[in-house]
């Protein structure tokens, strides 16, 4: 059975479940309204209950400090006894989480938690509440619950075993929304929608589509933004009318390669001028499988070893020279460069090649 590289299987599967080219996405897929966004929240915070996988509270002052203050709070005097605190059931963490747009008082979202000290594993542990700051240095939300590691991590005398990142957690529903960010989106008379992927036919497609749906109300100003006019009209039920619209998005042609893992993904847009293509590496490999010459019986001989050594010489004489035709496209270049039978280490270095001679006409991107 024939073993098709991988690049191959992954642009199979793709074209597969992918819509054919010239296919329609709603605005709101591809555009943001300017303003409406989450914003970023951090914290430090102490967990407890931990089976002895807590910090070294000799070796990370913050955690020792933490907990003493802590304790304070809560009426408990141990200034005194800094030195006979020993426990390992406490881990000085770092506390992330999003605050979406136009979240209320009250409700509830998600938070990530990380270990900062020398912990080995959060799993059990339960964090105390921990205020979360946003960029303005005020509290947003805060945060407490138990921690869900979705990791293993068990170790015995000569051997450990471990399965995810038991330093990392997450707590479902784990902070409360105790301070909105100020935005109404209902008061503005000029709005501003702002596409993900740049690009200035795309931005002038959906201005052309709102104005054929809605009035003369948008224009493109630049590949990012296409700003809507919304002087005497309600801005929900305009944005409620236009996000739905179909648009044909158009992006510039690229080519991304992450050389770590070996990974190839093609725009539906990449073209390639005539260039003739050969691949193929000398390969020789050597080995050696001694052998023991033993004496005959009653002999004065001694046991030796015989060397036997075979060499082999690949050359890969039967990859043939190949012949791209002027304005590939992404199907061609795939079937041409597997009937050479390339994989994907030997793809990337193809079209970085291609690139360099100027055939390859696309950005090329190297991660």
Do not use: C
């Not at 008379?189 to 993900?196: D, S, W």
């Not at 990859?319 to 030997?346: C, E, F, H, Q, Y």
């Amino acid at each position: 059975m024939r073993r098709w590289p991988r690049f191959f299987m992954i642009w199979l599967m793709l074209t597969a479940a992918a819509p054919p080219a010239g296919a329609q996405v709603r605005i709101k897929d591809i555009a943001d309204v300017e303003g409406v966004r989450e914003n970023q929240l951090i914290g430090y915070g102490l967990v407890v209950g931990l089976n002895g996988t807590g910090d070294k509270l000799n070796n990370n002052v913050f955690t020792r400090e933490s907990l003493i203050g802590m304790l304070e709070r809560l009426g408990v005097n141990t200034r005194d006894q800094v030195t006979s605190l020993s426990t390992k059931n406490v881990a000085a963490v770092m506390v992330t989480a999003e605050l979406p747009a136009f979240a209320r008082s009250g409700s509830r979202i998600d938070i990530a938690v990380s270990a900062l000290g020398d912990a080995t594993n959060l799993t059990g542990g339960i964090l105390l509440v921990t205020p979360l700051l946003a960029a303005d240095g005020e509290v947003y939300a805060v945060g407490q619950g138990a921690l869900s590691t979705s990791a293993i991590a068990a170790r015995g005398a000569a051997a450990s075993v471990t399965r995810g990142v038991p330093t990392s957690a997450r707590i479902a529903n784990g902070a409360t929304v105790e301070r909105e960010v100020a935005f109404q989106l209902d008061k503005g008379t000029t709005l501003r929608l702002g596409l993900r992927n740049p690009d200035l036919t795309t931005a002038r497609r959906i201005a052309t589509a709102i104005n054929g749906a809605v009035g003369p109300i948008s224009r493109a100003t630049d590949p990012r933004t296409v700003t809507l006019a919304l002087a005497g009209r309600d801005p929900i039920d305009t944005l409620a009318a236009i996000e739905n619209l179909p648009i044909e998005p158009d992006n510039a042609a690229k080519v991304v390669i992450e050389e770590s893992s070996g990974t190839i993904v093609m725009g539906a847009n990449v073209r390639i001028s005539t260039v003739a293509i050969a691949q193929g590496n000398l390969t020789i490999r050597v080995t050696e499988t001694p052998a023991v010459s033993q004496p005959g019986a009653f002999s004065n001989g001694t046991t030796t070893t015989v060397p036997r050594t075979q060499v082999q010489i690949d050359d890969q004489h039967d990859r043939k020279l190949g012949i791209l035709t002027g304005s590939v496209t992404l199907r061609d270049l795939v079937a041409s460069l597997n009937a050479l039978g390339v994989g994907p280490r030997d793809l990337i270095s193809i079209l970085q090649s291609i690139k360099a001679a100027g055939a390859l006409h696309a950005d090329l991107e190297v991660r």
